[in-house]
């Protein structure tokens, strides 16, 4: 840790590299261009040589979309205390959320005019839940539940696969539970 002094003379350069860096550094920035490149490019070939080579999985394009077959087997296999605790958590996180819905107002400062802000959802969003070592159920409560509290009515969500192609039944249910529209099993580089 390098501990930068305020109250020394000259700590202004120090505390300026530390302001001033890139949010990346800039080797990410032109891998994640040249992923992109691929992509616009060779499209879903492109993905399914991607999740080769990150997740080490081998898809088609047509095993990207986790079926509702899928969901409702995963769903099954979820056992009732993981699902009444993944219930308990989305209903505690859209209560919070709901609280934090802004408001339409509007008010009329003479007559034939009216002033104010609307609010409202967007048409669709996409949730990114990481995989990896364990479900995070939690990722989706926070992502698409509280995109479901807001309103909005199409919420597509991205997670990687196991080696086998397999989601997390307990993210699955969880994705279904929060209102998830569409799920593909593709990872990070997406």
């Known amino acids: 840790m ?19 860096r890139p949010a990346n550094p800039p080797e990410i920035d032109v891998s994640v261009r040249e992923i992109l490149g691929e992509v616009e490019r060779n499209g879903d070939a492109a993905l399914a040589g991607f999740a080769e080579k990150f997740d080490r999985v081998k898809l088609t394009p047509e095993q990207f979309r986790v079926t509702d077959g899928e969901v409702s087997a995963a ?12 219930k308990t958590a989305l209903a505690h996180v859209v209560s ?3 609280q934090r819905i802004p408001r339409d107002w509007s008010y009329s400062p003479r007559p034939g005019v009216v002033l104010g ?32 509290a807001a309103g909005v009515p199409e919420i597509v969500a991205v997670t990687p696969p196991d080696r086998e192609g397999n989601v997390h039944p307990a993210v ?6 929060a209102g998830v529209t569409e799920i593909y099993r593709l990872g990070g580089v997406y």
């Open 75 to 86: 769903e099954a296999r979820v056992s009732e205390e993981w699902k009444r605790a993944i």
């Open 117 to 148: 802000e609307r609010f409202v959802p967007m048409d669709r969003v996409g949730v990114y839940v990481p995989g990896g070592t364990a479900p995070l159920v939690s990722t989706v409560i926070h992502t698409a539940g509280i995109a479901g």
């Open 172 to 177: 699955l249910y969880a994705m279904k539970a």
């Open 96 to 98: 919070f959320a709901e």
């Open 2 to 20: 390098r501990i930068i002094d305020c109250t020394r003379a000259g700590y202004e350069p120090e505390l300026a590299k530390i302001f001033n």
